[in-house]
């Protein structure tokens, strides 16, 4: 490789999102306006009051009109009137700055759905910059805001790395890379041709860490995939640098080799200015008024004697509490999408993101309907409490843009030891994590399921229509009657019931609200050389039927069949899955369930019963919600404890139902698969 000219500095200069940051975060110093709002301490109930039904986009999967963006077709007003009659107060649109990676002067396609970002402005595949802005003012015409991405934990391969490769200033301080003595080459194995990188075995990785390079192998490998992603360490070619010096590099890359890993403990702390600049223009320059924070745990690393410290590190939980403190400076809010141990969750709740993805009880109540027993469920719910989490921190989620999780990090990390109680006997944290994924692998994925994939060993990947059916034990969706659809959207809206009647913020998709089954593996073959099965799931859709005969998206994603419409058409259907919906969020919003505080979790006899009490606003009025998640119907009395006598209504018609009695004990009767919502009016 030649030296580079200053000419092909100057272009990766241009390019570079630290350059651009710098620029951004000088606008701000100084300015009185960033010690008006108060930062230290998280504030999730503020952040859920500010907008508390969220609609997460996945940009690359939206059905626009013959030549018009995505973010445009994302500001429009059709879309806005749905989505604001539905329930909707803000929209996640996904991350869609320009992603992907730069050979040469050559721009090159996301490898991970626009989670590899390399610059600032939005990608061209989605729209421009003020589309972006138009969108932000467009939601905040119907009462909604915007919700944008900042991603602390890694980039893509664009000019910042490129720089970084040819140890031009402090570039290299941005990310986890190590110059390797050319003394060493000869233990690097070759980069492919046509390749930038090359993974490396767990040998080589072991030998490095001996040889004092590299902290070593992590505690687990995501993404792991044999030939293609053995660990998380790979190797550049020969590059030489902007001083002449040829290199080779090592670097992290917790998820693909196209996502190379920040240093957050660099002496340039480069990489915590690209991140708060990166915010900063978010916030600052498109509108946005929260932030999630992807992939936030994975911010320090540590070597240890055995596997490196890489999870629920200190420095992840300080990166955090800068990040949200700055957001929070500026009146804004941020959210993690955090699947580690419930501990880490808590962890990084103190100071760090407002509100936090509900990882802990999402795998539960997906286990709730393919049993039929709620009592996996019951117990997930109880450790949000053990752990002091307010259930109203968190963001209640239906389907998003990754596969349904079954890692179940609580309980292979640091609890893989402790004793759990579950079907009457005591299993071991490690042994209790292998008999749920083993039931949940085997009813929603395999020969049986062939429409649903396993997504490596992270999960299955699947719509919630599709786990819904494999759940209900339909093999073919080809083959489905009306009344398998009937049965799916009802079961769809027992999720929707069980999520959005808690604290907190509700979250769906447009998957969701289509009801998107998933495509078929040979329509995506090309985006799963890799093995990311997820791209199944994130077929295109069309929430406003804005051009009927598209076979793809704007990004080139083939339809997926959608079970119950659009959604302007549906919310003319009184009993579709979206008016059905709006029934239930209008009640949502009404009550203010998104500030009530969880009381309890009662124990049942059914085992398909869930019922969750939680205390409404104004501290008088308590509301019930009561689920059942088998095929049986519930007919039982539940016994409430610490609870006034007082008048039972329904919430979502206004009917007055009974009594509950002095002694607490409430008449529950439910038809499988339903739900009800009461609230309990005290007598006096």
């Not at 041709?193 to 990785?205: K, M, Q, Y």
């Not at 051009?547 to 659009?566: Q, T």
Request: hydrophobic share 45%.
């Amino acid at each position: 490789m030649p030296v580079p000219t200053q000419d092909d500095i100057d272009f990766l200069l241009c390019h570079s999102m630290l350059a651009q940051t710098h620029e951004l975060a000088c606008h701000y110093a100084g300015r009185g306006e960033l010690w008006q709002q108060p930062y230290a301490a998280v504030r999730p109930r503020a952040a859920a009051a500010r907008a508390s039904v969220w609609f997460t986009a996945y940009p690359a999967s939206i059905i626009t009109r013959e030549g018009e963006s995505v973010l445009a077709a994302l500001g429009d007003e059709r879309l806005w009137s749905a989505l604001t009659d539905l329930g909707v107060q803000a929209v996640h649109t996904g991350p869609m700055k320009k992603s992907g990676g730069l050979t040469g002067r050559t721009f090159t396609p996301s490898v991970d759905g626009n989670f590899d970002r390399i610059g600032l402005e939005m990608d061209p595949n989605f729209g421009t910059t003020d589309e972006y802005i138009a969108m932000s003012h467009t939601a905040a015409r119907h009462n909604a805001i915007v919700i944008d991405d900042v991603i602390p934990g890694h980039t893509g391969k664009g000019a910042d790395f490129r720089l970084a490769e040819m140890s031009y200033s402090d570039y290299p301080g941005l990310y986890h890379m190590v110059m390797i003595d050319p003394a060493h080459w000869d233990i690097l194995p070759q980069v492919p041709v046509g390749a930038d990188s090359v993974n490396l075995s767990a040998v080589t990785v072991d030998t490095l860490k001996e040889l004092g390079y590299i902290v070593g192998q992590l505690i687990r490998t995501i993404f792991y995939e044999p030939g293609v992603k053995e660990t998380d360490w790979s190797a550049t070619d020969v590059i030489t640098g902007s001083d002449g010096v040829p290199r080779r590099w090592v670097y992290l890359h917790y998820f693909k080799a196209g996502q190379p890993t920040l240093n957050w403990l660099d002496a340039t702390f480069a990489a915590p200015r690209l991140v708060m600049g990166d915010a900063l223009h978010s916030l600052g320059v498109l509108g946005a008024s929260m932030l999630r924070l992807d992939a936030n745990g994975f911010l320090g690393i540590e070597r240890t004697e055995g596997r490196a410290w890489s999870e629920g590190h200190p420095l992840s939980i300080l990166a955090n509490q800068l990040i949200g403190g700055l957001v929070r400076k500026l009146g804004a809010f941020t959210f993690q999408e955090l699947n580690l141990s419930v501990d880490d969750i808590a962890a990084m709740g103190k100071g760090g993101a407002d509100l936090s993805y509900d990882f802990i009880t999402r795998p539960a109540y997906h286990h709730a309907l393919v049993t039929g027993d709620t009592e996996f469920l019951r117990l997930m719910l109880r450790t949000v409490h053990e752990y002091n989490i307010d259930p109203a921190s968190l963001i209640h989620a239906l389907q998003n843009h990754d596969e349904l999780t079954l890692e179940l990090v609580h309980f292979w990390q640091l609890h893989a030891n402790d004793l759990y109680m579950l079907q009457g006997k005591g299993w071991t944290g490690s042994d209790l994590r292998d008999e749920i994924r083993r039931v949940m692998y085997e009813r929603l994925s395999g020969a049986g399921v062939p429409y649903n994939l396993p997504f490596v060993t992270n999960g299955v990947a699947c719509t919630t229509a599709s786990m819904i059916a494999a759940a209900l034990g339909i093999r073919n969706l080809n083959t489905m009657t009306e009344a398998h659809i009937a049965l799916i959207r009802q079961v769809h809206l027992l999720f929707a019931m069980y999520n959005a009647l808690q604290p907190g913020v509700f979250a769906l998709s447009g998957w969701d609200l289509v009801g998107a089954l998933p495509l078929d593996p040979s329509q995506v073959a090309h985006l799963m050389g890799d093995g990311d099965t997820r791209w199944i799931h994130r077929g295109a859709y069309d929430l406003v039927n804005s051009n009927p005969d598209a076979e793809f998206s704007a990004a080139g994603l083939p339809r997926a069949r959608a079970l119950y419409g659009p959604v302007d058409a549906q919310l003319q259907d009184p009993d579709s899955f979206a008016s059905q919906l709006r029934l239930l969020l209008a009640a949502r919003q009404r009550y203010q369930i998104y500030a009530a505080r969880q009381l309890a979790i009662p124990d049942v006899q059914s085992p398909g019963l869930l019922v969750m009490v939680h205390e409404l606003p104004d501290a008088l009025l308590t509301q019930v919600t009561l689920l059942n998640f088998g095929p049986d119907p519930i007919d039982e009395v539940v016994h409430l404890e610490n609870m006034r006598a007082g008048t039972v209504v329904d919430m979502l018609t206004d009917e007055v139902l009974g009594a509950l009695t002095a002694t607490g004990d409430l008449p529950v009767q439910l038809p499988p698969y339903t739900g009800k919502s009461y609230l309990i009016q005290p007598h006096g």
